[in-house]
């Protein structure tokens, strides 16, 4: 079946400017997560839902970063006044109930802010 | 809080050689333990976890056991192939999300 996707695979964007990245989670996984992974590092945690609720965005970095996800599925990491050091891949991985142990990851969007 | 510390890279080894990359947890309690594999090009891959101390998680020839007391998941594998060159990131499951290390490159020549 299909896996997690990611769009837009690259976005470009000034600094200052308001971004959007969507994910669609494989379709029955109920828990969602985005990560953050910058150059030359493992992936950082922002943010987890369990269906269409947010259950723990302690890892979001200040209040310009801001996820949705309104029906339990696809999910809408927006982000404000972006900067220069928002520009990283930003992952998003889903799992199935009762297996969040396991997360399946989708390909990413790389964000570079100029 | 939770960490992982993995073996910097790149490790350069050449085809049907042993490997070993290094990796230490520090963990409340007794997290699940995985290994990540990002081959070029394409996304994380889950390779192999152990969910409690002294399993051995495996798969694709690739092995590591949960030592508690060393608090460590060493990933090995007895003959590389050069299809084995990717980035490897070791992760612990800290509560809701996956704490990962900073990952190592392996790079297998022929």
């Known amino acids: 079946g299909a896996g997690v996707s990611q769009t837009p695979s690259n976005k470009v964007t000034e600094k200052g400017k308001y971004v959007e990245l969507r994910c669609d989670p494989i379709?029955?996984?109920?828990?969602l997560y985005w990560y953050r992974q910058s150059l030359g590092q493992g992936p950082e945690f922002l943010i987890y839902?369990?269906?269409?609720?947010?259950?723990?965005d302690s890892g979001l970095p200040n209040d310009r970063f801001f996820a949705v996800r309104p029906e339990g599925s696809v999910s809408t990491l927006k982000i404000q006044r972006t900067e220069r050091g928002d520009s990283a891949v930003y992952l998003c991985?889903?799992?199935?109930?009762?297996?969040?142990?396991?997360?399946?990851f989708g390909p990413g969007t790389r964000l570079l802010v100029l | 809080g939770d960490s992982v510390t993995q073996m910097e890279g790149p490790v350069t080894l050449s085809e049907e050689a042993f490997l070993t990359i290094n990796c230490t947890y520090t963990?409340?309690?007794?997290?699940?333990l995985f290994w990540y594999v990002q081959y070029p090009g394409e996304g994380l891959q889950l390779l192999l976890k152990?969910?409690?101390?002294?399993d051995k998680g495996s798969n694709k020839g690739f092995e590591a056991t949960y030592r508690k007391e060393t608090t460590s998941f060493h990933l090995e594998k007895g003959s590389v192939q050069v299809s084995d060159s990717a980035v490897y990131f070791c992760?612990?499951?800290?509560?809701?999300?996956?704490?990962f290390g900073a990952g190592t490159i392996l790079r297998v020549k022929s």
């Open positions: 991985a889903s799992s199935r109930p009762g297996e969040r142990e396991t997360q399946y």
């Open positions: 379709s029955g996984h109920t828990a």
């Open positions: 839902f369990q269906g269409t609720g947010a259950a723990d």
């Open positions: 963990a409340t309690g007794y997290p699940s």
């Open positions: 152990a969910t409690k101390a002294d």
């Open positions: 992760a612990l499951k800290g509560g809701n999300k996956l704490v």
